[in-house]
Each structure stands twice: as structure tokens, then as C-alpha cells.
């Protein structure tokens, strides 16, 4: 999704079904300014850095916590998301 793009209710509904041992979503709001985009990528971090650690809190295990930090690792480096 590009940061104009809001979700329908169809993809919420979507988001609401989706039933796992470990699940984490993350929103935040995002600019178009050039400025304000790096600022965007710095508050993804630190609510990604928060969501992982409140898993490892809840007992997650250590490998389904690391492999969840590389997909969202992987999914902030993705220009097309």
C-alpha cells in the first residue's frame, strides 16, 4: 500500500479473520514529504522494536519472534508496500 492508500473494509475484515499464535499490526500515520517520511521509517522501527518485544513478554518463542523481525524487516525495506 503507498501511504495515500487507505484500506477498504473488505482488507480490515480481512485483517480481523486472520487467526495465529503470533500476529502483530502496525499502524502509523504517513507523509509524502520528503522530511517527514524519514521520521515515518524511525517511528516503524521503534513500533516494530515495541510489538517484538511485548511477544518475547508474552512468552513467544525467541525463533518465531526472530522470523517475524525479518518479515517485517523485509516488508519496511519494500518500496512497493
Known amino acids: 500500500m503507498l501511504y495515500t492508500d487507505i484500506?477498504?473494509?473488505a482488507e480490515l475484515a480481512q485483517l480481523v479473520d486472520v487467526r495465529?499464535?503470533?500476529c502483530v499490526s502496525i499502524y502509523l500515520p504517513?507523509?509524502?514529504v520528503t522530511s517527514a517520511v524519514?521520521?515515518?521509517v524511525i517511528v516503524n522501527?521503534?513500533?516494530v522494536r515495541d510489538a517484538?518485544?511485548?511477544l518475547r513478554d508474552a512468552g513467544i518463542d525467541k525463533w518465531t519472534v526472530a522470523a517475524l523481525?525479518?518479515?517485517l524487516e523485509s516488508a519496511a525495506e519494500d518500496e512497493d508496500l
Open 20 to 22: 495465529a499464535e503470533t
Open 30 to 32: 504517513t507523509h509524502a
Open 69 to 71: 523481525d525479518e518479515e
Open 52 to 54: 517484538l518485544s511485548q
Open 7 to 9: 484500506p477498504s473494509s
Open 38 to 40: 524519514e521520521k515515518d
Open 45 to 47: 522501527k521503534n513500533l
